[in-house]
């Protein structure tokens, strides 16, 4: 799928908490929308916990934070989000989980996916592993029609999302030349403020790691994915030039 030609296209993201699409495709989805892509995000967790000060009130701190998403979407051009409200740093790979995502994937009908790649050796928070292992799934019921079959008596029958781009990935198989939009996903990130970690180091940090993955396919700036093509009932992991 062709990131320059998206006029129409649907595209949902599945992340655990707020500021997680910016970090890890924030480039990749400016430049997605920019090329006429209609973008979901679904935020699993409602992100109360993500402060280091003890004294933070997490309700006013999952309040804000929504703001903060709020006014990235506007920056990147991210049509809607949606909350599914489940705690932060407690999130499971549950049942229920992967009910809510079914339903999504049923009602809004993605053409791509992204969400975190759940086979990320060494990924220390357990709620990046269960968000993306959720998403993998619910993407088998919701192509499955015997699955979940009350989301058919609102009327969303089964839907194959057909092709799904994980970040953070453990075996990168595409790059998307993000030179032209780095510059939005850092702003975007910066919209985070409850957050206080995207400071100078934050910014060298992304900064060298996108440099580095540029360089693989010769442009400034990249971000890469494990992308997966789902072709009838066979899955095919592609290794293309990207671009």
């Known amino acids: 799928m062709a990131e320059e030609n998206m006029i129409g296209k649907r595209v949902l993201v599945v992340a655990a908490h707020p500021d ?42 999952a309040a804000q934070r929504k703001q903060e998403q709020q006014a990235a979407n506007d920056c990147l051009r991210i049509a809607q989000v949606v909350y599914l ?21 049923r009602r809004h009908r993605p053409e791509l996916l992204l969400a975190f790649d759940p086979w990320k050796r060494y990924e220390l928070h357990p709620d990046h592993l ?10 088998l019921a919701a192509r499955m ?14 839907w194959t999302i057909p092709e799904l781009w ?12 993000v030179s032209d939009t780095f510059a939005l996903k850092l702003q975007a990130l910066r919209l985070h403020a409850s957050q206080n970690v995207w400071g100078d180091d934050s910014v060298q940090f992304l900064t060298e ?27 095919r992991s592609p290794s293309v030039p990207s671009a």
């Open 20 to 61: 997680d699409g910016e970090w890890y495709a924030g480039g990749t989805l400016a430049k997605l929308a920019r090329a006429g892509a209609q973008i979901t995000l679904v935020i699993c967790t409602e992100g109360e916990k993500g402060s280091y000060d003890p004294d933070t009130n997490p309700l006013a701190l």
């Open 85 to 105: 409200g489940h705690p932060d740093g407690a999130l499971e790979n549950s049942p229920e989980l992967r009910r809510q995502l079914t339903a999504l994937y």
């Open 130 to 139: 269960a968000a993306g292992r959720a998403a993998v799934e619910a993407r």
């Open 145 to 158: 029609p015997l699955f979940d079959p009350q989301t058919r008596a609102q009327g969303w029958i089964a």
């Open 166 to 177: 994980l970040f953070n990935p453990e075996a990168p198989n595409h790059r998307v030349d």
């Open 209 to 235: 790691q996108a440099r580095a993955c540029g360089e693989k396919i010769g442009c400034a700036r990249a971000e890469e994915f494990h992308r997966i093509v789902i072709e009838g009932a066979i899955a």
